[in-house]
């Protein structure tokens, strides 16, 4: 049975503290199983299934296999090179707004919604409802993803309990739906369908070795005795019993005690079945594999499996600017926790150190303004300091430049016929300079007829 009313017109009170949602949900129990092939399998069929086709036996899976520690390390390294990269809000005349784009990177709403898009990558869709939470003794909106158990995309149904199909939502149709109700959806089964297996069969090799290691730990103990013998039976399995870890025991001189020796025990089967498996969940999220083979692993490897790893969070980056601009930021607006027409925008990482080499090659020949470099490299820069070289034809020429090219000069005792242009323009610093150190000319200069003569030292 379908609803698609505004819930009574009023939202309804959530299970868990003073919380309001457009959409609620009964809380179930997980119980904990061993996850295998055919339950993958099984899990694949249902939500294929060209009616009503369900996700809570494929989103359980996803959300188990997300405990293997690999995974969840080359997820979390992929998603956290996106919340390294630094984001602009731009007006409608593309101008940042530096204001707006500072509150935002302030607000928790910002990173919860940028992570539950990059999900959306993993599990196939997040759908988040914007519920009103009471928090301080005040009303605020909180976002709040709603399990996907309970969600499916492919009929836009939302079950408050996955196990009756009979009662449902069609959310889309909910006027609150891209206002309160935010859908992000990408296409095929997630990427997490694709590395299912190799997470099952690491698990699968793990368990085995470990019990190799349990079995084999301690060899076998053999103790040969008169089995016919029901006392000295008796006595041989209640010794077995009871020696444990014991380094000693007592038998007859009829019997004999020994360790077996068992076969090939190395566990080099298992061992390559865990590397291969490895290997295959770092291609899938990763596109390359990451300082795992020390073995056969270098520098140069490792920098061009992390410039395929930057390729797909350049991809990540762009997905979220798409989800931001068409679906999130219109509904902040309407919320009133955005004003005007925005854009979000990425910016792109740049490379540091190639940067300030480049900018050292220019700073013999170029000004560059001090500020940008702080706000560039973090490097507090006061004034480029002068020393007396005269600046290339066509640059602006400071006082202080033209006070250490006269400095330069007089201290040589060479004036050069090219620079009278540069102490007729600059001609008040030059008497400057002369009333600071009257003793640094050997001839005082002169104003005459509005223009600045130089009378150069008499040679000895």
Same mark, same amino acid.
């Given at each position: 049975?379908?609803?698609?009313?505004?819930?009574?017109?009023?939202?309804?009170? /959530?299970?868990?503290?003073?919380?309001?949602?457009?959409?609620?949900?009964?809380?179930?129990?997980?119980?904990?199983?061993?996850?295998?092939?055919?339950?993958?399998?099984?899990?694949?069929?249902?939500?294929?299934?060209?009616?009503?086709?369900?996700?809570?036996?494929?989103q359980k899976l996803y959300t188990d296999i997300l405990k293997d520690a690999l995974l969840s390390s080359q997820i979390e390294n992929r998603t956290n090179q996106v919340f390294s990269?630094?984001?602009?809000?731009?007006?409608?005349?593309?101008?940042?707004?530096?204001?707006?784009?500072?509150?935002?990177?302030?607000?928790? $709403?910002?990173?919860?919604?940028?992570?539950?898009?990059?999900? =959306?990558?993993?599990?196939?869709?997040?759908?988040?409802?914007?519920?009103?939470?009471?928090? @301080? &003794?005040?009303?605020?909106?909180?976002?709040?993803?709603?399990?996907?158990?309970?969600?499916?995309?492919?009929?836009?149904?939302?079950?408050?309990?996955?196990?009756?199909?009979?009662?449902?939502?069609?959310?889309?149709?909910?006027?609150?739906? /891209?206002?309160?109700?935010?859908?992000?959806?990408?296409?095929?089964?997630?990427?997490?369908?694709?590395?299912?297996?190799?997470?099952?069969?690491? #698990?699968?090799?793990?368990?085995?070795?470990?019990?190799?290691?349990?079995?084999?730990?301690?060899?076998? #103990?053999?103790?040969?005795?008169?089995?016919?013998?029901? =006392?000295?039976?008796?006595?041989a399995e209640k010794m077995m019993r009871d020696m444990g870890a014991a380094a000693w025991f007592i038998i007859d001189d009829t019997e004999s005690f020994e360790f077996a020796k068992?076969?090939?025990?190395?566990?080099?089967?298992?061992?390559?079945?865990?590397?291969?498996?490895?290997?295959?969940?770092?291609?899938? $999220?990763?596109?390359?594999?990451?300082?795992?083979?020390?073995? @056969?692993?270098?520098?140069?490897? &490792?920098?061009?499996?992390?410039?395929?790893?930057?390729?797909?969070?350049?991809?990540?980056?762009?997905?979220?600017?798409?989800?931001?601009?068409?679906?999130? $930021? *219109?509904?902040?607006?309407?919320?009133?926790?955005?004003?005007?027409?925005?854009?979000?925008?990425?910016?792109?990482?740049?490379?540091?150190?190639?940067?300030?080499?480049?900018?050292?090659?220019?700073?013999?020949?170029?000004?560059?303004?001090?500020?940008?470099?702080?706000?560039?490299?973090?490097?507090?820069?006061?004034?480029?300091?002068? &020393?007396?070289?005269? *600046?290339?034809?066509?640059?602006?020429?400071?006082?202080?430049?033209?006070?250490?090219?006269?400095?330069?000069?007089?201290?040589?005792?060479?004036?050069? &016929?090219?620079?009278?242009?540069?102490?007729?323009?600059?001609?008040?610093?030059?008497? @400057? $300079?002369?009333?600071?150190?009257?003793?640094?000319? =050997? @001839?005082? *200069?002169?104003? =005459?007829?509005?223009?600045? +003569?130089? #009378?150069?030292?008499? +040679?000895?």
């Amino acid at each position: 049975m379908a609803t698609n009313s505004k819930v009574g017109g009023q939202y309804r009170v /959530g299970k868990y503290g003073e919380m309001k949602r457009v959409m609620d949900w009964v809380p179930k129990s997980v119980t904990q199983t061993k996850q295998d092939i055919r339950m993958w399998n099984s899990a694949q069929n249902l939500m294929h299934l060209a009616e009503d086709p369900q996700n809570y036996a494929i989103q359980k899976l996803y959300t188990d296999i997300l405990k293997d520690a690999l995974l969840s390390s080359q997820i979390e390294n992929r998603t956290n090179q996106v919340f390294s990269t630094e984001f602009s809000l731009k007006n409608a005349n593309g101008d940042v707004d530096e204001e707006q784009t500072k509150a935002l990177a302030k607000m928790p $709403i910002y990173r919860y919604l940028t992570k539950k898009v990059l999900e =959306s990558i993993y599990h196939k869709y997040s759908l988040v409802q914007l519920a009103m939470a009471k928090v @301080n &003794d005040k009303m605020v909106l909180v976002p709040e993803l709603i399990p996907r158990e309970n969600v499916v995309p492919q009929t836009g149904k939302f079950y408050p309990d996955y196990g009756d199909l009979v009662n449902y939502t069609l959310y889309r149709e909910l006027p609150e739906y /891209g206002t309160y109700i935010l859908e992000f959806v990408q296409e095929g089964d997630g990427l997490l369908n694709k590395v299912v297996s190799h997470v099952l069969f690491k #698990r699968f090799a793990q368990s085995c070795w470990s019990e190799l290691c349990e079995i084999y730990g301690i060899p076998p #103990r053999v103790l040969k005795t008169n089995t016919q013998n029901p =006392s000295m039976l008796r006595r041989a399995e209640k010794m077995m019993r009871d020696m444990g870890a014991a380094a000693w025991f007592i038998i007859d001189d009829t019997e004999s005690f020994e360790f077996a020796k068992p076969g090939n025990a190395s566990g080099d089967v298992y061992k390559e079945l865990i590397e291969l498996c490895r290997d295959e969940i770092c291609l899938v $999220i990763s596109g390359a594999i990451l300082g795992q083979n020390t073995d @056969n692993g270098s520098e140069a490897k &490792d920098k061009v499996a992390m410039d395929i790893l930057w390729q797909l969070v350049k991809s990540d980056l762009a997905l979220l600017e798409e989800e931001w601009n068409n679906t999130i $930021i *219109p509904a902040l607006v309407k919320h009133g926790l955005l004003k005007g027409e925005l854009t979000l925008e990425y910016q792109e990482a740049e490379d540091l150190d190639a940067l300030w080499k480049y900018v050292q090659g220019l700073l013999s020949h170029y000004n560059i303004d001090p500020e940008w470099i702080k706000q560039k490299f973090g490097v507090e820069v006061i004034e480029k300091k002068a &020393d007396g070289t005269p *600046p290339e034809e066509g640059k602006k020429m400071t006082e202080e430049d033209l006070r250490a090219i006269i400095v330069k000069l007089a201290e040589s005792g060479k004036i050069e &016929d090219d620079f009278t242009p540069v102490y007729k323009l600059f001609k008040q610093a030059l008497i @400057n $300079i002369q009333k600071e150190d009257p003793e640094l000319f =050997s @001839n005082e *200069p002169r104003e =005459s007829g509005g223009e600045l +003569s130089w #009378r150069p030292p008499q +040679s000895a």
